[in-house]
């Protein structure tokens, strides 16, 4: 059974940085491309971004993170990172870490995503 779990939501000034990380069981990720979204309140869920199994894609951003998010990966330690600087209150919401359905599979569709974990949370304070 795949468990995906995340970690290192809180609470941060606005202009703060936070590093998000996901860790799954199950799995072994390599072979699989990766991603962040996001949900606020009354709000749909959005891509936040996007990182290929290969490596050799460049990861997808969101325009509204560009410049100051950064997805990472460690194909050693089977994880996933989000490192966020300049933080606004617009990044307030809960963040999800998800891997697609199947391995060597490059689409950023949130559809082919379907490993979930149970999200973390962010909130920015202006």
């Known amino acids: 059974q795949v468990q995906v779990l995340e970690s290192g939501g809180g609470l941060v000034q606005a202009g703060g940085s936070l590093r998000l990380s996901c860790t799954a069981s199950?799995?072994?990720?390599?072979?699989?491309?990766m991603g962040w979204f996001r949900q606020a309140p009354g709000k749909e869920r959005e891509r936040v971004s996007a990182?290929?199994?290969?490596?050799?894609?460049?990861?997808y951003y969101a325009d509204s993170v560009k410049g100051r998010f950064t997805i990472s990966r460690d194909n050693i330690n089977n994880s996933l990172y989000l490192q966020m600087n300049s933080l606004k209150p617009e990044d307030t919401a809960m963040y999800y870490c998800?891997?697609?359905?199947?391995?060597?599979?490059?689409?950023?569709?949130?559809?082919?995503?379907?490993?979930w974990g149970q999200g973390t949370q962010v909130t920015v304070s202006s």
């Open positions: 998800a891997i697609h359905r199947y391995p060597h599979d490059g689409s950023w569709a949130e559809e082919d995503f379907g490993y």
């Open positions: 199950g799995l072994s990720l390599h072979v699989y491309t």
């Open positions: 990182i290929s199994w290969s490596g050799t894609v460049t990861p």
